[in-house]
């Protein structure tokens, strides 16, 4: 044996024994006294690629890549390295290169998948991950990576299959269970996806992206309380790991599922650190979040572009061009997940039905699959409608502008799901924000926001990405053939006591603030006999607010929690016993407060300095009602307790307001639709005209 095999065979002994800074000094030195040796750069390469030296593994497999090309594995190697150097496109012609010299070889193919994968190409993906396995059917990582690329294509049903397969073989692959559980999910099998997370965090209990997704299974179950702890959880371990950017991120999603549990134990210092992410121009906080905390319009603006600038990828290429389209009638698309029974459904459903169809074909693209009696009624007033719900972004993009839409109304926003991305890639020539989040969406390819001129005053459209669009009256929406159903349950039947003032507050939990909650205690305390009528929400969230109640003097038993009812109409009935509305700030009541307001009940609210805030007012001025509008906390303390304690007030105003429905703008849903039509006509006139969108008031009916 030579001395150089040798040599050799003792750097092989060496690594094989653990020893691989003592093989590396063998084959360095082999280097030295032959800077040309393919074996040495290939072994030394190797040795890096085990250390994760990413810089020093390419150096040693271009080498032997450039001077001996038929080694298909050195191609493959120099693709691994760049791919882990973040140089996903350079990898993709060694990987192919790879594949070339060794076609049978399903590793090649696998990786030249991941690299497709890494720069988003998952379509792209998966012939190579479908050639791996025809080579190798058992290849388990080729099996994950396939499920992977599934998910990525919203291919849910299969993407389940494949990790089945792969959990069955390796029931210690934690990751494997993880995205087993995100296909779950994307079926709709909540609970199973559940179940699913809880293998995986069997196995990596402090698998930070495990418990974080953990905690939003367990928002979109409602089980807010369990979702706060896990959430937790999750920032504690990316603490002890050092990641301070994602226990950050954690941090406000914990924050958002303790206001649903009214959880007020370090609100204030809770607040403040949240409106500080919010505002900081650089982490990401979820706008919806923000609505339920004290900002400006500035900061509202800070705060939605930081967030679609993380969460959004900006598409490389528009889906429209530029094409005129020739319509006989302007082709508008409502898109959104809430074509059921939900709040927004319930204000739109009559806008679909009263447009005009000779002037405007309507289209509703839904987000959110569903059978409900209120998902037939859309189906039956669009002109026609199509279901996006398991399609990824570009995949809905491409449907919408397919349907040549010339105006595409996102009723969403910022609301669950966040389906925002698919107007990245501008499948309509214009783009509106409407009615489901009440803020901009602070990103330059959606064109307006309708307002109104409370909500927006004039002066205030620096605040907004949208260009603003006032109707006449209102900007909400609402349906005036909802009807209240005949039969008004008793207070007792509905839970409330014979007599006594019931101040109603049916906001969402997220809404209620302790300084808020606290007024209402005042009144319960100063008006003897009075009750606080809440919605029930979970228990976590009932219990929090009784002993709440308690810590002010004030028996639990006086808050009343109302179940959910079977019907909009029965809700409406109950709704009717009630004596006075107290709204939230400084997010107030939206649909919330429309339902009040319909079943004569008088709305108490605070003028807010954002639209979300002033939404309530916007409503009360429709309605002819603006003196139930505190400028102050104070002022509406006390405007709540005159109207308790004075039955002739109280009975005036409610007559007031029973007139006022008869007469006012609010309900008059042939006059919202005509307003809605005329802004749309207006935006597309400037459109055919060749103007760029401009601000604009609608001019009222006469």
């Not at 009940?601 to 309530?616: D, I, K, L, S, W």
């Amino acid at each position: 044996m030579t001395a150089f095999a040798a040599e050799l065979d003792r750097a092989l002994a060496l690594r094989e024994s653990g020893d691989t800074a003592g093989a590396a000094a063998i084959y360095r030195t082999i280097l030295a006294a032959n800077p040309d040796d393919i074996y040495a750069h290939y072994m030394l390469g190797e040795v890096a690629m085990e250390a994760r030296r990413y810089a020093d593994a390419e150096r040693h497999f271009a080498k032997v890549s450039q001077d001996r090309p038929d080694i298909a594995a050195a191609h493959s190697h120099l693709g691994t390295a760049r791919l882990n150097l973040g140089r996903a496109e350079e990898s993709l012609t060694n990987f192919e290169q790879a594949a070339i010299r060794a076609p049978d070889e399903p590793e090649f193919h696998n990786n030249w998948g991941t690299a497709l994968l890494t720069l988003n190409q998952a379509a792209a993906a998966l012939p190579h991950f479908d050639r791996a396995l025809a080579i190798n059917p058992t290849y388990l990582e080729a099996h994950y990576n396939r499920g992977i690329v599934l998910l990525h294509m919203h291919r849910g049903a299969e993407a389940l299959a494949a990790f089945d397969r792969v959990v069955a073989a390796a029931p210690r692959f934690a990751d494997a269970h993880y995205n087993r559980s995100l296909a779950l999910i994307s079926l709709g099998r909540t609970e199973a996806g559940l179940e699913a997370l809880g293998h995986s965090l069997q196995i990596k209990p402090d698998n930070v992206v495990a418990l974080q997704m953990r905690g939003e299974f367990l928002q979109t179950l409602g089980r807010h309380d369990e979702a706060a702890e896990t959430f937790a959880a999750a920032a504690a371990a990316a603490h002890r790991q050092g990641n301070e950017e994602k226990a950050t991120d954690i941090f406000c999603r914990g924050f958002g599922a303790r206001l649903y549990i009214c959880d007020w134990q370090n609100h204030e210092a809770d607040t403040a650190r949240f409106t500080k992410i919010a505002t900081s121009g650089t982490h990401p906080a979820i706008p919806l979040t923000f609505l339920s905390v004290p900002r400006t319009p500035a900061q509202e603006l800070i705060c939605a572009r930081t967030y679609a600038r993380h969460r959004y990828l900006s598409a490389a290429q528009p889906l429209w061009h530029g094409e005129r389209y020739d319509h006989d009638r302007i082709r508008v698309a409502y898109v959104s997940s809430d074509f059921r029974r939900h709040p927004v459904g319930y204000l739109m459903a009559g806008i679909i039905e009263a447009h005009d169809r000779k002037r405007f074909e309507v289209i509703g693209v839904s987000l959110w699959p569903d059978d409900s009696d209120m998902r037939r009624r859309f189906e039956k007033s669009f002109d026609r409608m199509i279901d996006v719900a398991l399609l990824s972004e570009v995949e809905a993009a491409r449907q919408i502008r397919a349907l040549e839409v010339d105006i595409l109304v996102h009723l969403n926003g910022f609301t669950t799901p966040d389906r925002v991305g698919l107007m990245t890639y501008r499948p309509a020539p214009l783009q509106v924000n409407y009615l489901g989040y009440t803020g901009t969406l602070g990103v330059d390819y959606v064109d307006y926001i309708l307002a109104d001129r409370y909500v927006v005053p004039p002066g205030e459209e620096a605040f907004y990405c949208e260009k603003v669009v006032w109707l006449p009256d209102c900007y909400q929406a609402n349906d005036g053939t909802v009807a209240i159903a005949p039969a008004i349950p008793t207070r007792r039947a509905a839970g409330l006591p014979d007599h006594g003032i019931v101040f109603c507050a049916f906001n969402r939990n997220p809404k209620i603030t302790p300084q808020v909650f606290a007024i209402w205690m005042r009144l319960l305390q100063r008006v003897p006999g009075s009750v606080l009528w809440l919605t029930a929400g979970i228990e976590a969230g009932r219990r929090n607010l009784c002993s709440a109640a308690a810590r002010h003097g004030i028996a639990p038993e006086r808050l009343i929690f109302a179940p959910t009812t079977a019907t909009l109409s029965e809700h409406l009935a109950r709704h009717t016993l009630a004596d006075v509305f107290l709204d939230t700030t400084p997010y107030p009541a939206h649909t919330t407060a429309s339902d009040s307001l319909r079943c004569g009940v008088p709305v108490v609210t605070v003028r807010g300095n954002t639209f979300t805030g002033r939404v309530a007012g916007s409503l009360l001025h429709a309605v002819g009602l603006p003196e139930l509008i505190a400028e102050s906390l104070a002022d509406y303390e006390d405007l709540a307790y005159r109207l308790a304690t004075s039955a002739t007030a109280l009975s005036e105003l409610k007559a007031k307001l029973r007139h006022n429905l008869t007469t006012s703008a609010l309900f008059d849903t042939h006059r919202m639709t005509r307003s809605l039509e005329k802004a749309y006509t207006i935006m597309w006139e400037r459109h055919r005209s060749g103007d760029s969108p401009a601000s604009f008031t609608v001019p009222a009916e006469h």
